[in-house]
């Protein structure tokens, strides 16, 4: 069975495009993740998050 | 011109090339694009007429395509090291450098790609791996590995991006629609919050970690390519380590070079300055002393050993028709680097540049020497067989180099060059820093 | 199935050359003109090259005879990206020239050096082209596709197709191919190395008979009967 999976013509092929299309599907999977987050104002500045941390502690 | 919108000296700097374009500018383009051509007009050639154009011939099969294909593949880990390893060890220098090193790996790898389709006898079959595809062939495993960092490379140079594409297409009032109409496009409203900031950042991360294995694999299943045949000097254990370090240091040097040019055409004196040249330029020699030392232990092993056939193929390395080429690529891949860069005085744009440029040639010598020599001393031959490349090869070489050359510039007409969010990031980072440390001396914390 | 083999007596083999001729004849491989072969594209599945052994003074020199030697663990097919070259039931070493995409990884991969390229499309002069063999199993190969010695498989697909016409059985003595039926020294041997009682199967168990690069693994079914 081994030797069949690498000597047939075709499915070479076939492991290039499982592979190729899965990592594709991951990364696409991975800018929507990125793209649906959801919206909210980042702080202005670090000295003003500081300032939003002291006071909340 | 957004009025409310005020842009900062990097800001300025890094968009400038993207606004106006000097006659300077058009000067390169124009000669690279000369180049260019007289490559395609010999490649157009070269496939009505047939291989026969090149030097090749029975038993040196494979020759200067080959060696280009392994040197532009190898010239593409510039970006894994730098963008990556550093990424990942926190090394906040490599801030204004990542956007350049990823994009030469981007442009290395297709042009690597093109040079196993300039090397195919019929070059119209060239999806035919693709549908009769055998496994068990290294070149199976070499579009699986190349597949995979292509689209790796391709999302780590896009993913960083995105926030400056973002800011690019709210401000830049003054682009042209279609520009305008991209960067809206690529940013795929991306509004900055703090979650997705977050997530960008977590994207990164993850990329980084991935795509440092993905990059060895790449230059490993490339050497198998040769290591997998039974040829005198090509059957080596240790090819695959060796090409991946090899990879390396060449794509490091390639870094340093468009760098360097990037850095003066476009005034980024400020932002990629001297600790920049200082520890790359460090990270250079280390590698140069890396590569060194497989050279040796392949070298010492090789000849101390009484194998006939390897022998012979080190003979014509070291002392035979290819000595000159071997002993060249010993000095620009270690004397220069190592004469230059030692001293700090060395590690200066113009050393570096030097430095780099040398090895950048040292290294093409170094995979020509590797491809050549061992098909030219068959097992079972019975003459020494001589390859003299013809202007064909050349031509498509240099063709090659001005085509990534040209995709490069242009991209870097469109993108800048600097990671802005990134650089005013650690700029952010550092006067935190600098603040905690203030408080600490006056004893408040 | 039959296991082709071939058997080659040094001792009896006088380097006439006859072998390449009639294969190059019966396999239509082109001529590549002084220039080309200089530049080392000549084509000849099969050759007579000599084999130059130990340093001067002692030297001693044999010419061998060599054709593809049908390994039955070929480094060609194993590195073929998409299958362009197999080994079939029979042992015999094919190239499908519709497959072929000329990256000769095969040719880079043998250790006997011989496959073939064609690196422009062949030309024959006028005088050999009324001479060309019309079966198309060895029609002109096109440019850009490797090639290389079949053991003449076009004449065992003949010699069975004839077996069956006639109503009798297919025997493995019912075909040779091009360079053992020529040669003047009657040094070539072919046959079923399967079959024990086959000339080939009992002279490959002699005494002198040897393999080139044996420690290579790759099981070349071409033997060699040593000189002397």
Not at chain 3, 3 to 11: A, C, E, S, T, Y
Not at chain 3, 44 to 51: D, Y
Not at chain 3, 71 to 95: F, R, S
Not at chain 3, 105 to 112: D, K, M, S
Request: net charge negative.
């Amino acid at each position: 069975m081994g030797h069949w999976l690498i000597d047939t013509a075709g499915i070479g092929s076939i492991i290039v495009f499982v592979v190729g299309f899965s990592t594709l599907g991951a990364y696409v999977y991975m800018l929507r993740w990125i793209q649906t987050a959801a919206p909210e104002p980042a702080p202005e500045s670090a000295e003003s998050a500081i300032e939003a941390g002291g006071e909340a502690a | 011109m957004d009025i409310a919108y005020r842009e900062s000296k990097l800001e300025q700097t890094v968009l400038e090339p993207l606004r106006r374009t000097s006659w300077q500018f058009y000067v390169v383009i124009g000669v690279l694009g000369i180049v260019f051509a007289w490559g395609v007009v010999l490649l157009v050639r070269q496939w009505i007429l047939g291989l026969g154009v090149t030097g090749l011939g029975r038993p040196i099969y494979w020759g200067i395509y080959l060696t280009n294909f392994v040197f532009f593949i190898g010239i593409s880990h510039a970006g894994t090291l730098i963008s990556a390893i550093l990424r990942v060890t926190q090394a906040e220098w490599r801030r204004p450098i990542t956007r350049i090193a990823e994009a030469i790996t981007f442009f290395a790898l297709i042009l690597g790609l093109l040079q196993i389709w300039f090397d195919m006898g019929r070059p119209e079959r060239v999806y035919y791996p693709f549908i009769w595809g055998r496994f068990q062939s290294p070149f199976l495993w070499d579009f699986t590995c190349i597949g995979v960092y292509l689209l790796s490379s391709t999302l780590y140079l896009y993913l960083p991006m995105v926030p400056d594409l973002a800011r690019m297409r709210d401000h830049m009032a003054d682009s042209p629609a279609w520009r305008r109409w991209l960067y809206g496009f690529l940013s795929f409203g991306w509004h900055g919050g703090h979650e997705q900031h977050r997530r960008l950042e977590k994207a990164i991360g993850i990329m980084a970690i991935l795509i440092i294995p993905i990059a060895v694999s790449v230059h490993t299943v490339v050497s198998w390519i040769f290591g997998m045949t039974m040829q005198p000097m090509w059957h080596s254990t240790i090819l695959g380590p060796y090409f991946v370090v090899g990879a390396i240091f060449s794509g490091i040097a390639m870094l340093f070079v468009f760098m360097t040019l990037i850095r003066k055409a476009w005034h980024l004196e400020q932002w990629i300055g001297p600790k920049q040249y200082d520890y790359l330029g460090l990270l250079l020699l280390v590698m140069s002393a890396f590569w060194a030392y497989f050279t040796f232990a392949e070298y010492l092993t090789t000849g101390y050993g009484t194998l006939v056939h390897e022998a012979e193929v080190l003979q014509a390395k070291i002392s035979g028709e290819y000595a000159p080429w071997f002993w060249t690529m010993v000095v620009l891949n270690l004397i220069v680097p190592f004469a230059i860069l030692l001293w700090r005085k060395g590690r200066t744009p113009v050393g570096t540049f030097i430095a780099s440029l040398s090895i950048v040639i040292g290294m093409w010598i170094e995979r020509f020497t590797i491809v050549a020599p061992s098909l030219t001393r068959p097992s079972l031959g019975f003459e020494h067989a001589i390859y003299a490349p013809t202007i064909t090869e050349v031509a498509i070489t240099a063709g090659s180099v001005a085509f990534f050359a040209i995709l490069f510039l242009l991209f870097f007409k469109i993108f800048p060059a600097i990671s802005v969010w990134e650089v005013e990031e650690g700029e952010e980072i550092k006067a935190i820093q600098r603040k905690v440390e203030e408080l600490v001396h006056q004893g408040a914390v | 199935m039959a296991r082709w083999g071939m058997v080659i007596d040094l001792d009896k083999c006088f380097a006439c050359q006859s072998c390449t001729a009639a294969c190059r004849m019966e396999n239509n491989t082109p001529p590549a003109g002084p220039d080309q072969s200089h530049r080392d594209r000549t084509i000849l599945w099969n050759e007579v090259r000599p084999f130059v052994e130990g340093e001067y003074p002692n030297v001693t020199m044999t010419f061998l005879p060599r054709p593809c030697q049908h390994c039955d663990n070929p480094p060609c097919v194993h590195v073929c990206p998409v299958k362009a070259t197999y080994i079939n039931e029979e042992g015999l070493v094919l190239v499908d020239y519709d497959r072929c995409i000329g990256c000769r990884f095969c040719t880079v991969a043998c250790p006997y050096q011989v496959r073939y390229f064609n690196w422009y499309q062949p030309e024959w002069p006028e005088e050999l082209k009324e001479h060309l063999n019309p079966d198309p199993e060895v029609a002109p190969r096109p440019k850009g596709v490797v090639e290389k010695c079949t053991f003449c498989v076009q004449r065992l697909r003949k010699a069975r197709e004839e077996a069956e016409a006639e109503g009798r059985p297919f025997q493995a003595t019912d075909f040779v191919p091009a360079c053992v039926q020529t040669c003047t020294g009657h040094a070539r041997y072919f046959g079923d190395l399967d079959d024990p009682e086959s000339l080939v199967s009992q002279l490959a168990a002699s005494p002198r008979a040897f393999r080139l690069q044996e420690e290579m693994g790759t099981q070349p079914k071409v033997y060699y009967l040593k000189q002397g």
